[in-house]
């Protein structure tokens, strides 16, 4: 049960730092607010604190180092107001449990939409995770990460923080990897076996030679990639490990029809993937859903389904678990409600004519 009265109980150490700073810039309205967060609330007087605490924040100009600050406040203080609504460890266990005992007596198996929950993951990818995990075991609890951010929100983190799996995480972005090793070497879950958050710029032809420069090779349980990039060239690059679950993100807006993706450019560099700021980022990366499932099939692989918004496919060995958790056709995976809702006969007219693809 998701306790609906908890309370936050004080502030980490990075935000506690942040308030001394901006107590020494004189932002004390922003440094009350902080401090607050000390006292414990409800649920909806933390959320009304945090929410308020933002819009101030983004009024002011606090010069010192802007993009700090605001990743600390976004990441730190707003991802522990999310852990309110998030399934704990405990729950996960009575989960991982309940899916074991299902598939002992044979009963019917919920499909991915209905197991998602979102703890670290950007959607639903963490409690697919955990379902997938629960049903077809481990082996090693070994996951590798390309593109892991901060490392607090990927899909890797509630299986390290959570589950004590070893992880390998890389980021292109040095800030992202020492924000990502300061978390991890804070958390009471992680400071005494912290995962290795390795700064690398990935390419085709650097991939292999970048895992195995960790020790890691052979099987391992997960492979994560989430680009927004070139990951179609650098799955198909990758050999040096043999991972029995691959999570990957795919462009959902060519849907089922077409089996595309970008050009190989190894400096490719995606600068606004949500389109947000006017790019075109949140339309020209990756590849469709059809393209990784050919790719798939070349290296033994097998479409299980998709997260309910279609962002994110899954994929399993076929080796592991193939009377599970069954192979679906991609079309099938646009047809499930949360599809149906958003997608319209007008999404493709987002694809300039200009842009290069290839068919795969």
């Not at 955990?130 to 929100?153: D, Q």
């Not at 992202?176 to 990935?202: C, L």
């Not at 195995?212 to 650098?234: H, P």
């Not at 995976?333 to 949360?338: R, V």
């Amino acid at each position: 049960m998701i306790r609906r009265t908890a309370r936050i109980t004080g502030m980490d150490q990075a935000v506690r730092r942040f308030a001394d700073e901006l107590l020494h810039a004189h932002d004390r309205a922003l440094v009350e607010m902080l401090r607050s967060l000390n006292e414990g609330g409800t649920v909806d007087h933390d959320r009304a604190l945090i929410d308020n605490l933002l819009r101030l924040y983004e009024g002011k100009r606090v010069e010192h180092d802007t993009a700090h600050t605001h990743m600390l406040l976004n990441v730190h203080e707003r991802k522990r107001i999310d852990q309110i609504g998030a399934v704990d460890k405990g729950v996960q266990i009575l989960l991982s449990l309940k899916y074991k005992d299902m598939l002992h007596q044979q009963l019917p198996l919920p499909p991915l939409a209905d197991v998602e929950f979102r703890s670290h993951s950007q959607n639903g990818e963490d409690g697919i995770l955990l379902y997938i995990f629960s049903l077809v075991g481990t082996t090693n609890k070994k996951t590798v990460e390309m593109c892991a951010g901060t490392g607090i929100e990927c899909n890797s983190a509630n299986l390290i923080l959570n589950h004590k799996w070893d992880g390998l995480l890389f980021d292109g972005d040095p800030q992202y990897v020492a924000w990502g090793r300061d978390f991890f070497a804070r958390s009471k879950d992680t400071h005494w076996r912290q995962p290795t958050f390795v700064h690398a710029w990935i390419t085709a032809d650097n991939v292999n030679d970048v895992i195995a420069a960790q020790g890691v090779a052979g099987e391992i349980d997960l492979f994560s990639l989430d680009m927004d990039g070139v990951d179609y060239w650098i799955w198909k690059a990758i050999d040096c490990v043999s991972p029995r679950v691959v999570v990957l993100e795919f462009n959902w807006i060519w849907g089922a029809d077409r089996s595309v993706t970008i050009p190989y450019d190894p400096k490719f560099v995606n600068t606004d993937p949500s389109g947000r700021n006017g790019g075109n980022g949140f339309a020209y990366f990756g590849g469709s859903l059809p393209a990784f499932v050919k790719l798939a099939k070349t290296k033994g692989y097998r479409l299980i389904g998709t997260e309910s918004w279609g962002f994110n496919a899954f994929f399993l060995r076929n080796d592991v678990g193939p009377d599970i958790l069954p192979e679906v056709d991609a079309a099938e995976c646009f047809k499930i409600p949360m599809q149906l809702a958003t997608r319209t006969s007008q999404m493709l007219s987002v694809m300039d004519p200009a842009w290069q693809w290839v068919e795969v």
